[in-house]
């Protein structure tokens, strides 16, 4: 369910019909108290009485007397840094020491205890189920090693969030967040030894909507879907403008840093489109990053801390998110002889400053696996083809947009430029393109697939899908490559139907993701690290950088309990990296 309470001028109050209402808590204000303290400068003139003698030893007796204290407390910094894991040189690489299954098992009861409640009006808070927990654990959308969690909770509040995170640390176990379960690297996968899996997606409320200042206030749980449909509904003409898979929630989407096909236009989650965030810590605090103005220069921007994430330093309870106006817009589709001509046209289409909110590369093998699979209206040409969605403040903006697209294109070797003749016809059209997963599995019967992506500079982009493709010819794999070849992202979907096949699809990865690497490019445009990426992450970043994360991480999180084996790669990765380049290049 989500709910949200009005601004000004906004009545209704929505829910599912599904669902009874639940009203949405008034929203409190901390205020904060700012006190400034002023000493004196010590005076070099002023005599020193024989009284000041004492004060070393005075001193030296409340140091002992606090350390004491704090190495004594279990909830202090000090005691949790040193009681939580080994001490260690900043080279070791040891795992951090979890509880017992006896420790896990007293968890659970705890927090049966301390949530209060067996169950709400959408099933059990705290599940121990056998379903539930292979749910979590595991995933249809990739094939990443996974493992079970222990328990599964289901909050519905910051203060649930504080009591699970409190009640982990007690009895040292790791803590996972999921949402919406529709990341592709493994990123909410269990822990070997188990632990408990945040599910945020009951707290899936839209809490306030400032309409005039074009932002939104919402839980984690929240889809990106659910909120664009919600304005549309009340007639507000302003959207979210982030659109990665269907079920994707805001919370996932910003812990994975995410984006999709208006990313050319919007840019994506690493930009300013998460205002703020309400944050528990692994110490248990509450913080809010920001305030909800527009733009501030107070310190480094803790907001973006946490967008990449990954869940690893932080559960996120509450996101401020910026919204945009909702344009007029139109599709149209052009073919081109090869990737490279289409390319090159999208960088001279891009630098003509026209109105461009999505731009998409369509291989020959996907036009071939939308014809086979048969959801679409029309029959389409099979060749590498581009999608264009124009937009602009006027129908006769998107008309002269359309015009210098068209004579662009042709200038580089396009074809039978379309552009669509009403509203329904440019739906259809981009229907084809975002229906990219599963009519791509029309290729070939009883397979399954592998999604993944990479990003490279525009300009390499068309070496880097030409190698790509020989590479999958070579290797006897079918695929399909879907690019956002505006901002040099492209997916690519790897069809196998057996664990010899699937073997062969790993490497090809692999090798894409290396490739893509040396042409100054990432190993990941939008899915996120979690477990499936972090292995190169040493190769793109350098060992400074990753060695910056981690210490990092390990000062915010010194137990290692938060999604522990996910973004950050062991340095075991580093060594053994080298030596497989070495191999796949003898």
Not at 500 to 523: D, F, P, Q
Request: neutral net charge; hydrophobic residues 35%; contains cysteine.
């Amino acid at each position: 369910m989500f709910l949200f309470k009005p601004s000004i001028g906004f009545r209704n109050v929505l829910t599912r019909p599904s669902t009874r209402t639940i009203p949405v808590p008034v929203l409190r204000h901390r205020a904060r108290s700012f006190t400034n303290t002023h000493t004196r400068p010590i005076s070099t003139s002023t005599p020193i009485s024989r009284t000041s003698s004492w004060l070393p030893l005075i001193l030296g007796a409340l140091t002992c007397t606090l350390t004491g204290y704090f190495l004594g407390s279990p909830s202090s910094p000090i005691a949790t840094l040193t009681l939580g894991r080994k001490q260690a040189s900043p080279d070791d690489d040891d795992e951090p020491t979890y509880g017992s299954s006896q420790d896990f098992q007293n968890a659970i009861q705890e927090l049966r205890v301390t949530l209060g409640r067996e169950c709400d009006d959408t099933g059990d808070v705290v599940s121990t189920d056998p379903g539930d927990l292979r749910l979590h654990g595991f995933s249809e959308n990739d094939y990443h090693p996974g493992a079970l969690h222990t328990v599964v909770v289901y909050p519905r509040s910051t203060e649930d969030v504080v009591k699970v995170v409190k009640v982990a640390t007690k009895y040292r176990m790791p803590v996972t967040p999921f949402s919406g379960g529709t990341s592709l690297e493994g990123n909410y996968r269990g822990h070997a030894v188990g632990g408990i899996c945040i599910d945020m997606s009951r707290m899936d409320k839209i809490l306030d909507i400032h309409q005039d200042d074009s932002d939104l206030v919402c839980q984690p749980g929240v889809g990106w879907m659910e909120i664009n449909e919600t304005l549309q509904k009340e007639g507000i003409p302003l959207f979210f403008p982030l659109d990665p898979g269907p079920g994707a929630t805001i919370g996932g989407m910003m812990s994975t840093g995410c984006s999709g096909t208006n990313a050319v236009r919007y840019g994506t989650a690493k930009g300013e489109w998460f205002l703020n965030a309400t944050v528990v810590l692994p110490s248990g605090q509450v913080i809010k990053t920001r305030q909800r103005a527009r733009k501030s220069s107070a310190g480094f921007d803790v907001t973006k801390l946490f967008i990449g994430a990954e869940g690893t330093l932080g559960i996120i309870t509450e996101v401020t998110i910026r919204l945009a106006p909702v344009l007029p817009t139109t599709v149209a589709i052009v073919q081109f002889p090869d990737v490279k001509k289409a390319t090159e046209a999208v960088i001279d289409v891009m630098n003509r400053g026209v109105g461009i909110q999505c731009v998409e590369l369509c291989d020959s093998e996907f036009m071939h696996s939308t014809n086979l699979y048969g959801a679409s209206q029309r029959t389409y040409p099979e060749v590498d083809s581009l999608f264009f969605k124009f937009q602009g403040p006027t129908p006769a903006s998107l008309v002269e947009t359309a015009r210098i697209v068209r004579e662009v294109v042709k200038k580089h070797g396009g074809i039978g430029f379309e552009l669509a003749r009403s509203d329904k016809e440019a739906r259809d059209l981009w229907a084809d393109r975002k229906n990219a997963l599963y009519s791509g599995l029309a290729l070939v019967e009883g397979c399954r697939g592998w999604s993944t992506d990479v990003c490279v500079p525009v300009s390499k982009l068309p070496d880097l899908v030409y190698e790509t493709k020989q590479d999958l010819q070579e290797l006897g794999l079918v695929s399909t490559i879907v690019g956002h070849v505006g901002d040099g992202n492209f997916h690519a979907l790897l069809l196998f139907r057996n664990d010899a096949e699937l073997a062969i699809a790993r490497e090809a990865v692999h090798r894409m993701v290396e490739r893509a690497i040396k042409m100054e490019g990432t190993c990941t445009g939008e899915h996120g690290v979690g477990i499936g990426k972090r292995e190169y992450l040493y190769a793109e970043l350098g060992e400074g950088t990753v060695e910056l994360m981690r210490s990092i991480k390990k000062t915010i999180d010194p137990l290692g309990l938060f999604n522990p084996g996910k973004l950050y790669p062991d340095k075991k990765m580093k060594n053994a990296e080298k030596h497989a380049t070495v191999r796949r290049h003898a």
